[in-house]
Structure formats: structure tokens, C-alpha cells
Nanobody, 118 residues
Framework: VQLQASGGGLVQAGGSLRLSCAMS????????MAWFRQAPGKERDFVAS????????DYADSVKGRFTISRDSAKNTVYLQMNNLKPEDTAVYYC????????????WGQGTLVTVSS
């Protein structure tokens, strides 16, 4: 199983970016896909998640109303649309997947860096 994250970059505060996570190696029905982020010197934090089947979503309070997670079943890809970015959103963003009912994430991508300048 491989998760390939992309789409990071440098953006000014108030700008937008869309991250992509291309998945391969298995079918992901029955899985929850998520984005996490890790800022320099801080722990990895949950950002958003989506059930592959059904599309139920969940968000961290800090990104609600600004970020949107979605998936494209035909492309086996999960997206994170990030709008109204703030300097505190600067972090390495990771995509991850876990089987529904499992507490821990089984699969992780390599991370993509998002830098928001003020």
C-alpha cells in the first residue's frame, strides 16, 4: 500500500492550496482516510478525516470552515482544500488511512510541506 501526498508549497496568508493523496495497493472501502499535520517542534495533530464509503467527514476545530476534505473514488485520491490559510497552518501535512473500528492509522504518506507567510 502506498500513499503519495502532494500539493504543498509557499502561500501568503489568506491564500489557498489543495493537497492530494494518491492511494494504491488496495481498495479503501471500509477505511477512514485522514490528514494530519506536524508543525516544527510540535506533535502531529489531526486535521480532517473522511469515510471512504459514505463520505462522512470530521474536522479539527482549528480548520472548520476553512478546510474541506473530499475523495474521488475513480482516482483513488483524497484531497484537502485549504482556504483562508494562516501562518499557524504552516506544517508538514501527512495523509493516513485506517480500517473502520481500528484506533490507530495503518498507512501513512511521506508528507508535504505547507508554508504560509504573513
Amino acid at each position: 500500500v502506498q500513499l503519495q501526498a502532494s500539493g504543498g508549497g509557499l502561500v501568503q496568508a489568506g491564500g489557498s492550496l489543495r493537497l492530494s493523496c494518491a492511494m494504491s495497493g488496495r481498495t479503501f472501502s471500509g477505511y477512514v482516510m485522514a490528514w494530519f499535520r506536524q508543525a516544527p517542534g510540535k506533535e502531529r495533530d489531526f486535521v480532517a478525516s473522511i469515510r471512504w464509503s459514505g463520505g462522512n467527514t470530521d474536522y479539527a476545530d482549528s480548520v472548520k470552515g476553512r478546510f474541506t476534505i473530499s475523495r474521488d473514488s475513480a482516482k483513488n485520491t483524497v484531497y484537502l482544500q485549504m482556504n483562508n490559510l494562516k501562518p499557524e497552518d504552516t506544517a508538514v501535512y501527512y495523509c493516513a488511512g485506517r480500517r473502520i473500528g481500528h484506533s490507530g492509522y495503518d498507512y501513512w504518506g511521506q508528507g508535504t510541506l505547507v508554508t504560509v507567510s504573513s
